[in-house]
C-alpha cells in the first residue's frame, strides 16, 4: 500500500464533499492501481491496518504513529510537502504523433513575418543533406507583422533543392514549394479533390498552398520516422505530458500512434493512459480486426471513430452559415489612417514580400489588428465580438463568397457514421463552423435508433461527440443536452482566436466557445488541447476557460466574460468530462474508493482564492464570484503557472518534479 499525505486533497468527488469526518482530508491511500480510501492520515492509517494482521494493535494505537508502532504494517508513504492533491487530468483531444514530430520538426510558431518563415526554412535546409523533405509546422499568417498568404514561389528561390511541407498552426493547410508539388505528382491541371482545395491565382496557377483533404495527396509522400524512431518520440512527448499533470489523453492521430502506443505498451514502457480514435481509413480494417469502442485494457483503451465536416477557422475554412470577409470590401472599407499604416509597415519588410499583390497586404493588415479592445471596442457591449467588420465587407453575392468548405456532405457523414455506429465504434466528428455543428447535430440525431440498437447489442455505451464545437447557432446548444451528444472543447482555442475574430458575422449572434451554455443546457462538455495545435498543458487551458483573455493576462482583451468558467468548473471538464466520453466514469474523473488512482500533487490550489466566495455557479456576472476582475485575473494567472509535484497514474509516481 501507499500513502499520499501531508496534503490539500480536492477529490472532485461528486457523491461526497472533500471530507470524511469533521476534518478536511489530507491524504490518499492507495492499493495496487485502486484508490482504498480518502480522509485524514490517521483515519487512512487505521483502514490500512483493517485489512493487515494487526488491526488490533493499531486500534488501540488510534492511528497515529502506526507505522512506527507496529512493524507488521507495511505502508509506505509518500510525504507531499502541504501542497494540492488534484484528480488526474486529461486531454480529451490530441494529436500525439503529430505533437511528438513538432517536438523535432521546424516550429515557425514564433516567427512575425512572412521573410522570417522563409528564412527559417532556408536556414534548416542548409542543415540537411540535398533533397530531403524540410517539414516544419506553427505558421500563423495571421499572427505576422505583415500578415499576407505565403506562395511557393519565395520557397522555390530559398530552397530550390528540397522539397517543402510547412503546416499552418491549425493543421488544415499545406504549405509547399514546387519541388514538393512535382514529387507528389500535381500540377496546374490537378483537378481539387472534394472537400479540399490546390489553392490558385488569378490566373490558375498553384501558389503551394494546399487546404483540408488536398493535404493528404502531398502528405503522404512526406516520409514517415521509423516505428522504432516514432516510439522513442511518443515516448519523449509522454514524459512531457506527465509533467504537465496529464495522467491521460484522447489521441486523434492516424495508425502511427496506434503501433507506437501498442509497441509501447508491449515494452512496459506506457506511462500515460490512452484513449485511441480511428481515423477513417482504418475503419475497415478496425470491422475486420473486431475493435469495439469501450475494449482494449487500463492503458490502451479503444475509443470511436473521427470524421471530418468542416475546416479551421484560421484557415478559412470552417463551415460558416455567414461568409468570410471578402479582403476586396475590407480593403475599401479601411480608413485612410489604417491606408497609412499599411503602407509604413509594408516598407518594414523585404523586396520579395514586397512583390505581392496589394489586396493581400490589405486583408493580412486588417487580421493582424482585429482584436484591439483596449481602446474602440471598449465602448461596445462585451458580448459582440472584437473587431467586427463593417456590413459592406461581407459579401453576398454567390460567386465571390466563401462560407468555408464542407469536407463532408450531411448524407456522407451519415453513412459513415452509422456504420461505424453498427459496428459497436462512436463517433466524433469535427465540427468548427456553425453550419458544420448543424449538420453534425442532423447526423446525430437521424442516428439516434442506430445507437439504441447497437448500445444493446455490444452492451456499452457509445457515447458521440463533436469536436471544436466553436460556433454554434443559439437554436443548436440545447440540442447537444437533447441528442446526449458531449461537445468536446478547447479552452485555449478561444484565446488564441481573438485575433481571428473580426472574421465572424456577430450578426448571427452565435454561440462562440460556449461552455456554459452548453453545461446550463444539460450537455456534457470534455476538455482537451488539439495539441500540439494548442500547447497541451491544461493549466493554461483552466486560465483560458476562466478569463477567456490573452495567455499574458491583459484583461481589456477578456472575450464574451460572462462565458468565463469557474477554476473548478474548467478542472471537471479536464476530470469527469474525458472520462465520461470515454465511457470510463465509473472508474475516473474524481477521486473516490474504489477509482483508479490517478491525481496529481501541485503547489496551487485552484478552488481557493482571496475575494471567492463562488465556486461553481454557471449564472455569472462574468467576475466568477471574484470580489474583482484583478482577483480573478491574478488566481487565473496562478493557476496558469501551476507546477507539477508529482504525476501519480494507477498509483505508481510516473514523474516527480
Not at 29 to 42: D, F, H, P, S, Y
Not at 434 to 452: G, P, S
Amino acid at each position: 500500500m501507499r500513502l499520499f499525505s501531508n496534503a490539500v486533497v480536492r477529490s472532485f468527488d461528486p457523491a461526497a464533499p472533500d471530507t470524511t469526518s469533521a476534518v478536511a482530508p489530507d491524504s490518499i491511500l492507495v492499493n495496487g492501481e485502486k484508490i482504498v480510501a480518502v480522509g485524514t492520515r490517521a483515519e487512512l492509517l487505521d483502514i490500512a491496518a483493517t485489512e493487515s494482521s494487526t488491526t488490533a494493535a493499531l486500534a488501540s494505537a488510534g492511528g497515529t504513529g502506526a507505522t512506527t508502532v507496529i512493524p507488521g504494517l507495511e505502508i509506505e508513504e509518500i510525504d507531499c510537502a502541504g501542497q494540492v492533491i488534484l484528480p488526474g487530468l486529461v486531454d480529451a483531444h490530441m494529436h500525439s504523433v503529430h505533437y511528438a514530430d513538432s517536438l523535432t520538426d521546424l516550429d515557425l510558431s514564433n516567427v512575425r513575418s512572412l521573410a522570417e518563415a522563409v528564412e527559417a526554412i532556408r536556414e534548416r535546409a542548409s542543415q540537411m543533406p540535398f533533397g530531403e523533405w524540410v517539414v516544419g509546422s506553427g505558421w500563423d499568417l495571421n499572427k505576422w507583422d505583415d500578415p499576407r498568404y505565403p506562395d511557393r514561389q519565395l520557397l522555390d528561390q530559398a530552397v530550390p533543392d528540397h522539397p517543402v511541407a510547412m503546416w499552418s498552426v491549425d493543421l488544415h493547410t499545406l504549405w509547399t514549394n514546387a519541388h514538393g508539388l512535382e514529387i507528389a505528382g500535381i500540377d496546374d491541371l490537378t483537378a481539387d479533390p472534394f472537400g479540399g482545395e490546390f489553392v490558385r491565382d488569378d490566373e490558375g496557377w498553384l501558389t503551394g498552398l494546399v487546404r483540408e483533404d488536398a493535404t493528404d495527396l502531398v502528405a503522404r509522400y512526406i516520409p514517415e520516422p521509423t516505428r522504432e524512431e516514432q516510439v522513442e518520440r511518443l515516448d519523449r512527448t509522454q514524459k512531457l505530458f506527465l509533467s504537465q499533470g496529464l495522467t491521460g489523453i484522447h489521441d486523434f492521430d492516424s495508425i502511427a500512434s496506434t503501433l507506437g502506443w501498442y509497441d509501447l505498451r508491449e515494452a512496459d514502457q506506457q506511462h500515460i493512459r490512452v484513449t485511441k480514435y480511428l481515423r477513417g481509413p482504418e475503419v475497415p480494417w478496425a470491422i475486420e480486426t473486431g475493435w469495439h469502442t469501450g475494449d482494449g485494457d487500463d492503458w490502451l483503451h479503444r475509443g470511436g471513430l473521427k470524421l471530418f465536416s468542416d475546416g479551421a477557422l484560421g484557415s478559412h475554412t470552417s463551415h460558416m452559415s455567414s461568409p468570410f470577409p471578402d479582403p476586396n470590401a475590407h480593403d475599401d472599407a479601411h480608413d485612410s489612417e489604417r491606408d497609412v499604416e499599411a503602407e509604413q509597415d509594408a516598407e518594414a519588410v523585404e523586396t520579395t514580400d514586397r512583390e505581392r499583390d496589394d489586396s493581400a497586404e490589405a486583408e493580412g493588415t486588417a487580421a493582424s489588428r482585429g482584436i484591439d479592445v483596449s481602446a474602440e471596442a471598449s465602448e461596445q457591449e462585451y458580448y459582440t465580438y472584437p473587431g467586427s467588420l463593417p456590413e459592406e465587407a461581407l459579401s453576398t453575392e454567390a460567386v465571390d463568397a466563401n462560407y468555408g468548405i464542407a469536407q463532408m456532405s450531411e448524407d456522407d457523414l451519415f453513412d459513415n457514421a452509422r456504420l461505424a455506429t453498427e459496428a459497436g465504434i462512436s463517433v466524433a466528428i469535427h465540427a468548427i463552423g456553425d453550419q458544420a455543428n448543424h449538420h453534425v447535430l442532423n447526423v446525430f440525431e437521424r442516428l439516434r435508433e442506430t445507437t439504441k440498437d447497437a448500445e444493446e447489442r455490444f452492451e456499452r455505451p457509445l457515447r458521440h461527440r463533436v469536436e471544436h464545437a466553436q460556433f454554434i447557432q443559439p437554436d443548436d446548444v440545447a440540442r447537444f443536452a437533447e441528442l446526449d451528444v458531449i461537445a468536446s472543447m478547447q479552452p485555449r482555442h478561444c484565446i488564441s482566436d481573438l485575433h481571428l475574430l473580426h472574421l465572424i458575422d456577430e450578426s448571427a449572434q452565435l454561440a462562440a466557445y460556449a461552455w456554459p451554455d452548453l453545461l446550463s443546457a444539460g450537455a456534457h462538455v470534455a476538455f482537451g488541447s488539439d495539441g500540439p495545435v494548442e500547447p497541451a498543458n491544461p493549466f493554461a487551458a483552466i486560465y483560458a476557460a476562466m478569463t477567456r483573455a490573452n495567455i499574458s493576462g491583459d484583461t481589456t482583451t477578456s472575450f464574451q466574460p460572462r462565458r468565463r468558467l469557474s477554476a473548478t468548473e474548467a478542472i471537471r471538464q479536464h476530470t469527469f468530462g474525458p472520462a465520461y466520453a470515454a465511457g470510463l466514469d465509473d472508474r475516473r474523473g474524481y477521486l473516490a474508493p474504489g477509482m483508479d488512482a490517478d491525481f496529481i500533487v501541485v503547489d496551487t490550489d485552484p478552488c481557493t482564492a482571496e475575494g471567492l466566495t463562488e465556486l461553481t455557479t454557471l449564472d455569472h456576472d462574468g467576475l466568477l464570484g471574484y470580489e474583482s476582475e484583478e482577483a480573478l485575473f491574478a488566481h487565473a494567472e496562478a493557476i496558469r503557472d501551476t507546477t507539477v509535484a508529482l504525476t501519480v497514474v494507477g498509483g505508481q509516481v510516473k514523474y516527480q518534479a
